[in-house]
């Protein structure tokens, strides 16, 4: 069978009412497309900002290629992928940080910025990964720790080294910088909302949602919106070195 036939298939096995099933299969088209604007985009920017495209593409289509197994993994079981959701997050998070190093690099952002950024969320995803998926009666604990190394990532980047950076850099950079924080703040404020669904806590009203759902909705902005915003960045930069 070929790819088309297979899409058009699968397509036919999602109720209409399935909204998970349904966003998963959205969210892997989603990420596809957007992988393919990122590195198509790339060769048109100067050097320097290359990477950063390289990596706003690596991220989307990681989540492509586990979007398209959880996809999978959710039509054939329906149950909620976990091992994969949390593979995929290990990976882009971090690389998700490499970018906030990436573009205060020319202010001298130094490496041990970017490993305490990597070292924070990778301890946020593994405590949630144990709270979700090994130790769910004390989901409550493991969701806590996790939202304190949140809390530490958007303290770093909102008033620690690398706020101090952007607005050394300035200009372009500094309003980049600007946005991507708003990102982590309120847009991965989305997570901890699909993990409050999903999980049994203090918070149970929320079950009534679905974990999955939020979970995609929030991949599908994070993900693709931080990429964006990178994007806009080197194409600022690279109109204002040419006007020089
Ligand atoms: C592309 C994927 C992204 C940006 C994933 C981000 C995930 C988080 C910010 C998850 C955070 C969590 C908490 C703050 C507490 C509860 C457990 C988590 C892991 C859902």
């Given at each position: 069978m070929n790819l088309l036939t297979t899409i058009v298939s699968e397509a036919q096995q999602i109720a209409t009412d399935d909204y998970v099933g349904f966003t998963f299969f959205v969210g892997c088209m989603a990420m596809m497309a957007a992988s393919a604007f990122f590195f198509l985009s790339?060769?048109?920017?100067?050097r320097k900002w290359r990477t950063s495209i390289l990596v706003s593409g690596l991220i989307t289509f990681i989540a492509a290629v586990h979007y398209w197994y959880m996809r999978d993994y959710w039509g054939s079981f329906g149950e909620s992928p976990t091992f994969f959701r949390y593979v995929d997050w290990v990976l882009t998070v971090p690389l998700m940080c490499v970018e906030f190093y990436l573009i205060l690099k020319v202010a001298g952002a130094k490496k041990s910025l970017m490993w305490k950024l990597i070292l924070l969320s990778v301890v946020m995803l593994v405590t949630g990964y144990l709270g979700e998926a090994v130790y769910r009666e004390q989901a409550q604990i493991w969701g806590l720790i996790s939202g304190i190394a949140y809390f530490a990532i958007v303290y770093e980047i909102w008033l620690g080294s690398a706020k101090k950076l952007a607005v050394k850099a300035g200009g372009a950079v500094l309003q980049a910088h600007k946005m991507l924080c708003w990102f982590v703040l309120v847009g991965w404020a989305i997570y901890p909302l699909g993990y409050m669904a999903g999980t049994p806590g203090w918070y149970d009203g929320l079950n009534g949602l679905s974990m999955d759902v939020i979970y995609n909705i929030g991949d599908a902005i994070n993900k693709i919106g931080f990429g964006l915003v990178v994007y806009n960045l080197a194409v600022n930069a690279t109109a204002n070195t040419s006007e020089a």
């Open positions: 790339m060769n048109s920017f100067d």
